[in-house]
């Protein structure tokens, strides 16, 4: 009885501790946990929260190509299938390159001038089986609250068949394989039985849910196909092709505002007896039937040849962005261009009923000139309001990012209580950004 004692009492320690640790770390307000939004966008770039916007057209920048091989290095031949994401502190770039004709994984990150990419290496070279063993190529990655996946694809032999989809994680700052088997395994019996490649997911998370859109051959011939997971490893894909259009399109690229699904591809078209490739969008409502389809960019520019391929957006510096890459001749470099969206005037997120309790709040946050950021808390026991005028102070985690710390006046409680976040403009093609609001204790 004694030691059934014992051991009672050293879990009841246990427990309580790990209670006061979580109790002690900084909790993160998670924007799709909310009660009313209006305006407010916090699906197109996930996890962060702008004013809803239109997207116009888009314009190639005066200075591409951005990203060109490195003679000497592992990218000294090719650079290709850009995929940008972007942080609070540091905007990064991930592609693929070569320089022996067999392609890996490495990354960039844009300078504090917001010129010029600065490289820094190769960080990944395969799973150590042999189903990748020749290219790993196309990063994605995904960002969400146990850290950053990436998705890739990999093929054991140089050949634009039989590509396979793999899965990397972020393990204390090193990009390492997942040690599974392909996550979408080649199906004989599938329409894509010749591979698949060239993906992009969507984390939906007040569903929990993934969605991956990504380009299924049959032999030569290429259609966009879709599947969806709970946990972003394990896959269901459709029985069918959820875009067809001959002579081929591939490489899709999503964006999802919470009511609609903007896809970004390349279709394959034959002028003067020639096969090119142009980027085209497409809007549905479901992300499974596609229509108003117009043309975005074509190869058109001395360094593009008569492919560009592998889109990807993505929204910094008060812009959406269209990353690419092009070939001429046999070799590949990365462009972009670039689109000013229109925002509307203003917009409004409230929280649902809060119980994390903290004395302090941290805001990551972007107000350019025009802007207005409005944080207001509300404690329900006391029917107390604090209202803050979040302005462009505090630290600096790049250029026009801050990250602020909010002191709570004595006697206001983080207990049970409620978040808004007001976001408004008075300059159409600018908005607000909020990173990250934390509660800290």
Known sequence: MIGKLKWFLLALILLLTGIQDIWGQERKILFHEHRETSNIDFHSFYPRLILRYKLGPFYKLPKNPLLTPSPGSWDGRDVADPYVVVRADSIILFYDGDSDERYHIGYAVLDP??????????????????????????????????GMKMYYNGNSEDS??????????LKENRWISSQLPPIMGLDTSSWDFSGNIYGDVVYIPEEKRYRLWYSGFQGPISSIGMA?????????????????LLPGVIAPDILFNGEQYFMFFVQVFVTHGQARTKIVRATSKDGIHWENFQDVLY??????????????????????????????????????AYCDPEFVPEGVWKSSILNIHGSRLKIQFERPEGTGLMLILNELEKNKTLMYDILNDGKMLREGVYEKILELPEGFHLNRWTLQLKLKTTRIHRTPVVYRVEVIP
């Open 113 to 146: 001038s917001g010129w010029f990419w600065e490289k820094r290496g190769m960080i990944f070279s395969g799973s150590g089986a042999f189903w990748d063993s020749f290219h790993q190529i196309a990063p994605v990655v995904v960002e969400e609250g146990s």
């Open 160 to 169: 634009e068949l039989g590509y396979q989809f793999g899965l990397a994680i």
């Open 228 to 244: 969806e997971s709970s946990d972003g490893i394990h896959w269901k894909k459709r029985d069918e092709p959820v875009l067809t």
């Open 299 to 336: 190869p058109e520019k001395s360094w593009e040849g008569s492919r560009v391929m592998r889109p990807n957006l993505s929204f910094f510096n008060q812009r959406v962005y269209l990353y690419y890459c092009a070939q001429k001749g046999s070799r590949w470099q990365i462009g972009a």
